[in-house]
């Protein structure tokens, strides 16, 4: 299969508590990506962490990146409601923008 | 920032038609552009890539004949699915490449497609 793994599947937390998801690719990688998607429209890009940075951070989200075990972990702190969305992780292998996706988490963030 | 519009956003067809899908990169010309589907509660599957003036490359397992793509401008691409079944009904999404040097793809909001 071209996709990765991400666990868990589906996440149900209340609102201000941390969420993490992971996820796991199967080849080498340029930059691996993560995406937000509220059911049924499109994906919003969140952040891009490339093969040589190890964490990032934007805002309340926190992204690992570890290659030797070809994963990569997305937190949100301090949950809210508003954060309820499916949330799937993307590699790129190369600068060619082709994205391969994983399975994606279903996050339920409970008011 | 960039703009990805996709149209229309939801069609309902009869078996056996063919739907057009339209990608444009609103503010931004796009060399490539991608092509996904995605089934309820699963993910983004890739079916091609668009390259502006050239043939698209087609994803394994994906029938270029059914799945007609066109990328005919550096803003637009479209993505013909003919003689339509009940199992091509999928949400389509495209996304578009800003530039050669760019990592970041930029998505429309997608395409409810229903075969009845």
């Known amino acids: 299969s071209q996709q990765g793994e991400e666990d868990p599947q589906a996440l149900s937390i209340q609102e201000g508590e941390n969420a993490t998801m992971n996820c796991s690719y199967k080849t080498s990688i340029n930059n691996l990506q993560w995406y937000r998607q509220n059911s049924g429209r499109g994906l919003v890009h969140l952040i891009l962490?490339?093969?040589?940075?190890r964490e990032k951070h934007s805002g309340r989200l926190r992204v690992t990146l570890d290659t030797s075990k070809k994963s990569s972990s997305l937190l949100i702190t301090a949950s809210r409601a508003a954060d309820t969305a499916s949330y799937f992780c993307a590699t790129n292998r190369n600068q060619g923008g082709k994205l391969i996706f994983g399975q994606g988490t279903e996050l339920s963030v409970k008011p | 920032g960039a703009v990805v519009s996709q149209h229309p956003s939801r069609v309902i067809c009869k078996s056996g038609t063919s739907v057009k899908i339209e990608c444009r990169s609103l503010?931004?010309?796009?060399?490539?552009m991608f092509w996904y589907r995605q089934f309820p509660k699963q993910s983004l599957m890739l079916m091609a890539t668009?390259?502006?003036?050239?043939?698209?490359?087609?994803e394994q397992g994906v029938e270029k004949d059914k799945f007609l793509i066109n990328h005919a401008s550096l803003t637009l691409s479209t993505l013909t699915v003919t003689s339509a079944h009940p199992e091509d009904s999928s949400f389509y999404i495209c996304s578009a490449r800003k530039g050669q040097g760019s990592t970041e793809a930029f998505f429309g909001q997608g395409t409810r497609l229903t075969v009845v």
């Open positions: 503010d931004f010309q796009a060399t490539t």
């Open positions: 668009s390259n502006e003036g050239s043939k698209a490359t087609y």
């Open positions: 962490i490339r093969s040589n940075e």
